[in-house]
């Protein structure tokens, strides 16, 4: 039952009248950035996401492309003979900066387990959890 309540707020939300998140890339995205975008829009399915989320979702592909291209320059330098310490630590930094905004954005836009059943989960009334005494106004 309440999975289903749950279920309709969420439909509800979708409802709401605001414009849908466009299906195509935006033309300023990097390669790897606008099939992250296909990606994502092909898997969002009844998220209240809508066009106002556009810009979180472009920085998310936008850092997804970042983190790729530095896991393959670290995969290159480490592959090397000779290699670069400095190149190799560069790489491991965006790479923990790129992880570090990819989790928070993916957080904000729905797109971890958690925050689904978040966005899914029915709001409470905080005067169900007042104590007996407070209700009654007993001291």
Same mark, same amino acid.
């Given at each position: 039952?309440?999975?289903?309540?749950?279920?309709?707020?969420?439909?509800?939300?979708?409802?709401?009248?605001?414009?849908?998140?466009?299906?195509?890339?935006?033309?300023?995205?990097?390669?790897?950035?606008?099939?992250?975008?296909?990606?994502?829009?092909?898997?969002?399915? #009844?998220?209240?996401?809508?066009?106002?989320?556009?810009?979180?979702?472009?920085?998310?592909?936008?850092?997804?492309?970042?983190?790729?291209?530095?896991?393959?320059?670290?995969?290159?330098?480490?592959? %090397?003979?000779?290699?670069?310490?400095? %190149?190799?630590?560069?790489?491991?930094?965006?790479?923990? #900066?790129?992880?570090?905004?990819?989790?928070?954005?993916?957080?904000?836009?729905?797109?971890?387990?958690?925050?689904?059943?978040?966005?899914?989960?029915?709001?409470?009334? %905080?005067?169900?959890?007042?104590?007996?005494?407070? #209700?009654?106004?007993?001291?």
């Amino acid at each position: 039952m309440v999975e289903q309540e749950a279920k309709y707020k969420a439909e509800f939300m979708a409802a709401d009248g605001l414009p849908e998140l466009q299906k195509t890339p935006p033309a300023h995205l990097d390669k790897v950035a606008k099939a992250e975008y296909r990606r994502i829009i092909g898997s969002i399915g #009844k998220l209240p996401l809508r066009n106002l989320d556009r810009s979180e979702l472009e920085l998310y592909c936008t850092w997804y492309s970042i983190y790729k291209d530095a896991s393959v320059q670290l995969n290159k330098e480490q592959s %090397k003979k000779r290699k670069n310490i400095a %190149k190799i630590n560069n790489a491991i930094k965006t790479i923990d #900066k790129a992880t570090r905004a990819i989790k928070g954005l993916a957080s904000d836009l729905g797109l971890n387990v958690n925050s689904r059943l978040q966005m899914n989960m029915p709001q409470t009334d %905080k005067e169900e959890h007042q104590s007996l005494r407070d #209700k009654f106004r007993i001291s």
